[in-house]
């Protein structure tokens, strides 16, 4: 498994499909999604070069990423995965960019942690865009509210808007509707696009993709 070359190559495809969609794409910057896998994978990641990268456990990233983040202080760690209020404070201590808020509760403890660790995170706020009772994320309909919510009442900056399409669906029309409602609500990001379907995601305004099998092999 050659990493260097594999993100080399999804970067290639980022750009490239950056330039097919003309004004529209954003600059599909690359979270290289790191999760079930090895420390020396996400080595040789940072020795070539790349330093964004996403995990989706809290416990998981605890064990993987304080020694790195000493070695290479420009890490940006992202939280791409599920909250537990629990998890709030370790989250708040190592992440840089938290992804999935996504309900009043974890907005509070999130703002609470962040003031008491005079830590500012940029967050963003998970969207459940094909209304999948399974799913994490706020419901299209409920999005005003909650943004209202995070923004006046708990006085938080929401920088991003992140979904996750239902895997057997075409994702184009879920990128469709979450960059409708980043511009709606004067969202800056937009995080979306997975090795399945981040071309996809660049064209429809993609500025964060997370990219995991893509660059380090299949999960078991
Ligand atoms: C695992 C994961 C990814 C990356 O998935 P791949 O299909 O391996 O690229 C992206 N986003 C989230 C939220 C994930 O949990």
Redesign the pocket.
Known sequence: MDIASQLAEVKARIAKAAIGAGDVAGQGRLIA?S?TKPTEMIADALQAGHRLF?E?RVQEAIEKWPLLKQQYDDIELHL??PLQSNKAKDAVKLFDVI?TIDRPKIAKVIAREMQAQGRNLALFVQVNIGEEPQKAGVLPDELSDFLQFCQHEQKLTISGL?C?PPVEEAPAPYFALLRKFAKEFEIPHLSMG???D?ETAVQLGADYV?????IFGA?D
């Open positions: 999604v999760k996403g989706n791409i995965g992804q992140m996750i997975m090795s399945n981040f997370r990219v995991g099998s893509a999960r």
